[in-house]
């Protein structure tokens, strides 16, 4: 097609030594080290000062442009500060981070000395490495100019370079659940010093697998300590670990489940599974200097289109769970730094990126749940900026729109493409996972179909 040639004159490719420095290596990612880089004079006026929040901290956010607290920040800041346990329902991209870490600080810089060897006082907990990173940047920011050290652990990285800092203590740790157990079992981090516990995201910790390890996070936790719990939605799971790590909590809910921003312009185009590739580089080479998000349901799918993309001349990269942590950090240093202007991802990048230079989200397969679906288009329309998502829907995919669309309580405006006149097959809604039923409706259990020629397998009959 002659799409694919006029990208050529764009391609530009990330720098092999971006992210070369000792400093900046994943092992070693540190947050507000104690630095003080920058000396604000305190803000001890403004609505975030009247909250409670402490002067140096507000006149850090103010320089970042946090003049008004967003409707979660604006709720449930009081209630932090006055050390309550909250439960907080909204989507991502509503401010839950400042809404949870500008208390949180505020109250550590209380204590006015330096935490024990291998404790820390203050535990973010996050399912996802990129999340982590994220919640760590905002911290580092939030905290600059402080005495609040602060330190970033996710598998991936060298579990050495991290038992080697945690040696010394820190004031606030951010970790994924795994690689925190990791270190909880080499006795290099002890909990019975934390005195502030956030969750962030919960539901997707429990949709991961990560139960069973919060279980056994909660009981290594002093009983009198504070819990933040956020989360997008409210499974029936999240109800027992609320009651598990919760006392009394002040519930907070902004934003109902399932609903987008305002701002995201929407929009489903059916087409073909085979055609959506080309599709794809149809609506790219549309805004070539603009930023875009590529979702995919798996990591050989993501990183083969990224190949693809990468062949037709598109400076584009991945993140997927194949990848290692190094390669993800480059990965994203170079989307923010617009030296990629396509990043292909699977859900791992769903929740968590702040990236407000993005402008359009592209879901190339549709996420088999629902609710991912608001968290992938919340990567664009950020920072009061507005934002385009478009769905790709091949015929087999029909069913996971509809359920969509079910859970928005609003239909997707269709933009192109031929309308399917009925979903497909109804028995694909009533069927058990992965298990096919016969005419009348009956279970019954998969068979794996042979390799030999039909001829030849037991109990056939040879045409005539």
Not at 108 to 121: M, Q, V
Not at 391 to 412: D, N
Not at 429 to 436: A, C, E, L, M, N
Request: hydrophobic share 40%; charged share 25%.
């Amino acid at each position: 097609m002659k799409v694919f040639m006029e990208q050529k004159n764009f391609r530009r490719r990330p720098s092999r030594g971006q992210n070369a420095t000792k400093r900046n290596q994943p092992g070693n990612f540190r947050a507000n080290e104690g630095r003080k880089a920058v000396s604000r004079d305190p803000l001890p006026t403004g609505p975030f000062a009247e909250m409670g929040i402490d002067p140096r901290i507000n006149a850090n956010i103010a320089a970042m442009g946090l003049n008004a607290p967003t409707p979660i920040q604006e709720r449930g800041i009081p209630s932090i500060v006055d050390g309550r346990d909250v439960l907080g329902l909204a989507q991502t991209g509503t401010g839950k981070t400042a809404a949870f870490g500008l208390p949180m600080l505020t109250r550590l810089i209380k204590f006015g000395k330096k935490p024990d060897p291998k404790t820390c006082r203050a535990l973010i907990l996050a399912p996802t490495r990129e999340l982590a990173t994220q919640i760590a940047t905002n911290i580092d920011a939030y905290a600059e100019g402080t005495p609040i050290r602060s330190f970033r652990v996710v598998g991936g990285a060298s579990i050495n370079v991290q038992t080697d800092r945690l040696s010394r203590g820190v004031d606030v740790l951010i970790a994924t659940p795994g690689r925190l157990m990791d270190l909880i079992e080499r006795r290099a981090i002890s909990l019975e010093a934390t005195n502030y516990l956030v969750l962030d995201e919960a539901d997707q910790m429990l949709d991961i697998g990560f139960i069973h390890t919060l279980r056994k996070i909660a009981k290594m936790l002093p009983r009198e300590r504070q819990t933040l719990m956020f989360s997008a939605t409210m499974p029936k799971l999240m109800s027992e670990l609320s009651e598990t790590y919760l006392t009394d909590p002040v519930k907070v809910a902004v934003n109902p489940p399932g609903q987008a921003a305002k701002k995201i312009e929407q929009g489903v185009h059916f087409v073909t599974q085979g055609d959506k590739a080309s599709l794809l580089a149809e609506y790219m080479s549309k805004h070539t200097g603009e930023l875009a998000m590529v979702f995919g349901r798996t990591k050989h799918g993501c990183e083969k289109l990224t190949k693809l993309l990468d062949k037709w001349g598109f400076a584009v990269a991945a993140i997927h769970g194949n990848k290692s942590q190094g390669q993800r950090e480059r990965a994203l240093q170079a989307f923010r730094a617009g030296e990629t202007k396509v990043l292909v991802a699977t859900d791992v990048a769903a929740r968590g990126l702040d990236i407000p230079d993005v402008a359009h989200v592209y879901n190339y397969d549709l996420p088999n749940v629902p609710e991912n679906y608001v968290h992938r288009i919340g990567r664009t329309a950020r920072a009061g900026r507005e934002g385009r998502a478009v769905a790709f829907c091949a015929p087999a995919e029909v069913a996971e729109l509809r359920a969509i669309e079910r859970a928005m309580k609003a239909p997707i405006p269709v933009i192109g493409g031929e309308v399917p006149a009925a979903a497909p097959s109804a028995a694909r809604k009533g069927r058990g996972r992965g298990k096919p039923m016969d005419a009348g409706g009956n279970k019954r259990p998969a068979r794996r179909p042979s390799r030999r020629p039909r001829s030849q397998q037991a109990g056939s009959n040879p045409v005539s």
